[in-house]
């Protein structure tokens, strides 16, 4: 890049400034003089060129994150922008996200290996995936209007965690009362159940609630505060509910839900939620908190965007499925890999165990053999 072309970068970025009103001002005398950022570089990198500022004393950085827009409104949608407190970097990509990313197995599991709980998200703007672990950061929301692909986003999510995990370490509670999704993972060897009634979805997480004081207890036995630290495995459970706002009225399921969001992390049972649109009575509380992690696909307005804890939501297009805001930390603009039904399920059926008489029940029991005996009694496993 020519010394030209940075100083119209430079030229460019002051005129952001200046149009979000990112300044302060003080009095000298009679006169009024502004502080403006200060540009310290622009560096041409194989992917983006970075500009790093800083913000003068004073100015509120939520403000300049707030202000984001204005500067995609001047340089064009692909840039990110991070800083704290004074000191941020703005990097403007060359190329966009790509419109589809093929789902590649072997690049996922290798992405996986070495997280203890490995959550799939997509692909950034640097071109590399996404994968963060929910062992750090707990508990997920998936959110998005209709069409945006948050199914497509749990299937991918849940088939990469049954390909790369043994049973022995992650197993699955699936609520899908909306009857369309969690088929694919019926009579999968990870997978306790699939419950498409509140009914059903209440027994189950009541013995989830069981197994959660039991790992409690174990924890002090063995004076740890994560199940990562006992000395025998215990899987990680994941309590994956399809388009739970179909749950609002469940009080009881609602009061299970909540305590997992509370109390699940360190005992190795988490939360991966969906929801069409945010409610905001649903996410009220304990539970909005407890959600640490939030992606969400196109949001048709600016206040259901901020419900869901995914600022710009509503700028992605209503043809970009599968365009995603991850919000961990910071804001991530991602393309979530597509992974068909049909491809899901061929990629499922080594892991597919056969329908016994008992069906779902004795497979359950069999998972649940896989835990420590001082885990169970025998009235958790009445089936
Ligand atoms: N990551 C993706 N890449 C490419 N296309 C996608 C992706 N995700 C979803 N799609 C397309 O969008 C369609 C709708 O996706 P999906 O069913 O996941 O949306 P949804 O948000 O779950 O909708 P609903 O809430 O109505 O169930 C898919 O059938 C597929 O054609």
Known sequence: MSVLQKIVIKSKLRYAFKKASIFTSYKKGTETYLRRPKIHHVDVKEKYVEIVFTLPNGFNPEEMLSKRYVLQQVFGRNLTLEGDLKKFVLKLYFKGLPKEVTYRREELEELCQGIPLPIVCGKDLNGEHVVYDANLSPHLLVS?????????????????????????????????????????????????????SPK?????????????????????????????????????????????????????????????????????????????????????????????????????????????????AHMIKISEKGRMILNLEKLIELQSPWLSYQKAKKLLVPFKTIPTEKGAEVKEKKLLETLPENLLNEEDIIL
């Open 144 to 196: 998005g209007e209709t069409g945006s692909g948050k199914s497509s986003l749990l299937r991918v999510i849940l088939t990469t965690l049954i390909l790369s995990k043994p049973v022995e370490e992650v197993q699955f509670i699936l609520g899908d009362l909306k009857r369309s999704e969690f088929g694919l993972f019926r009579n999968q060897s990870h997978v306790r159940g699939v419950y498409v």
């Open 200 to 312: 059903e979805l209440l027994a189950a997480l009541k013995k989830v609630n069981a197994e959660i004081l039991k790992r409690g207890d174990l924890l002090d036995e063995h004076e740890v505060t994560h199940v990562e630290d006992l000395p025998m495995k215990v899987p990680y459970i994941i309590v994956a509910i399809d388009e739970v706002a179909l749950l609002k009225g469940e009080s009881a399921i609602m009061n299970i839900i909540d305590n997992i969001g509370a109390v699940g992390r360190s005992l190795g049972v988490q939360l991966i939620l969906s929801m069409q649109r945010p409610d905001h009575k649903l996410l009220e509380g304990k539970l909005k908190n407890n959600l640490t992690v939030r992606i969400s696909g196109r949001q048709s307005n600016k206040t259901n965007a901020n419900i869901a804890g995914a600022e710009d």
